[in-house]
């Protein structure tokens, strides 16, 4: 019988723990991937690609040789001494003593890891995306959005907010319309959660505060840049408010704590990604009528559909936010009770309207939120003015008939956010694995 | 124009955050559902829950019937001064000066939410499961989830592994089996992810060290007191090990850490659940052929499945854990191959065994793991000699084809995690929604 007591290896060495001159001539055991080769004859440079960036290694001719398939694609353990070294990543190699191949590939890579990947088309790059997310600056989006996420879930566990994991499957879906992926659970028919709305509200009902972060399915028949049919919705719900207004300042918040957090703990990427992120010391927030009525104005664009911004409108107030408002974010609110689902609330002083917003990040909506009906009555009346069956909402409306408080939240579409912080043009190169109309694989 | 700042709202008053005797008679605002209304004609105490307790509030007869409906499931406004009160929960109360009813409820509730709520049957408590969640136990059960689900990102980060958010939707399972979801995507035929393995291996290739911490589908035909049909898995994976024992050493390391976590800041709810967490020094491995014998003899228990390990013998290595190694935790490593998915890596001293294992929390299996195959070759030909197709799967074995580095990880199941720490017989009792062979709401 063995004891597992915790970690006995000692890591790998990388360049981001050299701190300073002092580790010149260690000698340290360095792993990771080959990522280039440069074969020079008497000397080949291998640098190997490590979690947080590239080490070069330097073989003599003799022992590269003699070490086995040294190959692009393969992993590799080293062992040798650190040499400052001004034209290595990172500023330092390290000089081959010992070699250990780990992994040879039994084929070239498809796609240039090592250069410039934006050579290739999206649709390559996601054909082969295990491989080409291998280039540092496709993963570099990733750890930023790792950030954004592990933001969020921080800010909210210190202001109170509890996690909650709510199922994706379920019995009816909770925003409504056609776009509903269907399947049969032992010979029922169910469907996926196009959001955890209905359960965050229950919820709120039990820990007053809570959120969560996961995947919502959307049968979407848009194949757009900006439309995902899986994606990451970072959701939040929170009790005893007063107005929308309060939702909107929690978030700003978030923004804030998780801007500070990228900057503090994703330099690297940051800087790998040539990225600013936006400084964010408050955000407008525009009514609808009023931003439709600016932009239709100023930019001479007039305003078709009469209850919902579209797309082209939405990039032509992310315009107005940055020449007049010096804003990369821009709250839109009181959208029309026609185009927002039943649990809205209403505006009690114009019922056409909601108390309810979007936010817009450089022109495109990446958060949809605002109060919701608590009360029984009033929700079942709305209800029942659409038309809706109560049927497979029995749980969600006893929440309602029990008592609940006022309340609100929103949801953020992980995956818009990340791409439009980062400056990039398709929703899909924020998603590891996107799925679309036209892609289920990998 | 509106600008957003940032949340101006002072908090409401709660006990928790009342330190010493200096706030007595401080006037406060306190919100909260009203939990229990305590009618005494000349005196009303009505105890407000809010998410970290109960507080009491104190109403004259006249202010009481002035203030509206203060009803059960309500939620309630109070403002007034503190009093220090021995025999009210949290040792003060509030002298109600104003109160505002903010929501009234349409009906009364279900169940006892202020009493042993246990009282009612499993059953009884999912079909309401929005109102016996109110129950002060039954909430706190999913902050201590919380907790372990919190502890398992903020261990890793730190560790250096990369979050991930991998697709549900897929061409194809990763386990393999009779028991997964199917759908129509788009005319074309879809799963639900059985798990993340395909793209947590894929993606070792990519950050070394990923994990992920989400929902996954199975759809086991059993309706036992184990398993759910929808669980939430909390996976890592990770590159350049030498044995398995690297991760069954991460997993007993974020034990650790997560224990620690919850004795620090889920010190009220352990205590409401009358928990003591397991302290864990090491945690012991067996061999499963170890184990099973083992058993056998100490426990008269004939073994009948030669390649698994039946409930009933995990629950009696349980019984041995605790009463011959002192340990709640056990580990069993080296499952027949013929039990284990292709993926997993024969022992290479006896390749009719892997280097698998999975942890057995106080009988019960809450951990699978290994080391996996990472040599592409090695790979093909298991998949073949198992008579596996490769549709659906190129992504993956392009993969292995491109080089992967040596790698393994482990699946948990954080509701089977929650009740064997919690010691609920039931694993539906660590689910806020759960998801079983007849239940798909609410």
Chains 1, 2 share one sequence.
Do not use: W
């Amino acid at each position: 019988m063995k004891q597992i007591t915790g970690i006995t290896k000692q890591e790998s060495f990388r360049l981001s723990r050299m701190t300073d001159r002092t580790e010149e001539g260690a000698f340290v055991r360095a792993e990771g991937a080959v990522h280039r080769v440069r074969n020079l004859g008497e000397v080949v440079f291998v640098v190997l690609r490590q979690r947080d960036g590239l080490i070069q290694t330097v073989f003599d001719r003799k022992r590269f040789e003699e070490s086995g398939e040294i190959r692009e694609g393969g992993a590799l353990r080293t062992e040798g001494r650190i040499r400052r070294e001004g034209r290595a990543p990172g500023g330092a190699e390290i000089i081959v003593e010992k070699a250990q191949v780990l992994s040879v590939p039994a084929a070239s890579l498809p796609l240039p890891v090592d250069r410039n990947i934006r050579t290739a088309s999206l649709e390559a790059r996601l054909d082969h995306r295990a491989i080409s997310l291998r280039n540092m600056k496709e993963r570099a989006v990733f750890r930023i959005q790792e950030g954004l996420v592990r933001g969020f879930r921080d800010y909210l566990y210190g202001q109170g907010f509890t996690e909650i994991h709510t199922p994706k499957l379920g019995a009816k879906g909770a925003e409504g319309g056609a776009n509903i992926f269907k399947l049969s659970y032992f010979h029922k028919p169910a469907v996926l959660a196009q959001s955890p709305q209905f359960y965050k509200q229950m919820l709120v009902g039990v820990f007053d505060r809570v959120f969560e972060t996961g995947p919502v399915f959307r049968a979407e028949k848009h194949n757009t840049r900006r439309h995902l049919n899986e994606y990451t919705s970072l959701d939040l719900e929170m009790g005893y408010i007063d107005s929308m207004e309060e939702i909107m300042e929690t978030e700003t918040e978030y923004l804030r704590y998780a801007m500070a957090l990228l900057n503090r703990e994703y330099e690297r990427e940051l800087k790998l990604l040539n990225c600013e992120l936006p400084r964010i010391a408050s955000i407008p927030a525009l009514r609808f009528d009023e931003a439709k009525k600016l932009v239709a104005e100023l930019y001479g664009r007039p305003a078709r559909a009469p209850y919902d911004l579209e797309p082209e409108e939405e990039e032509l107030i992310g315009r107005y936010g940055r020449e007049h408002l010096n804003s990369d974010f821009v709250f839109i609110t009181h959208y029309p009770s026609k185009k927002r689902p039943f649990y809205a609330m209403d505006d009690p002083e114009d019922s056409r309207f909601t108390l309810s917003f979007d936010l817009l990040c450089r022109g495109v909506e990446v958060t949809t939120g605002g109060q919701r009906i608590h009360d029984y009555g009033m929700l079942r009346k709305k209800m029942e003015a659409r038309g809706m069956s109560e049927e497979g909402m029995e749980g969600y409306l006893e929440a309602f008939r029990c008592g609940m408080p006022p309340h609100g939240g929103l949801g953020i579409g992980l995956e818009r956010l990340t791409v439009q912080l980062l400056g990039e043009d398709n929703v899909r190169e924020g998603s590891l694995f996107p799925r679309d109309m036209g892609r289920l694989t990998p």
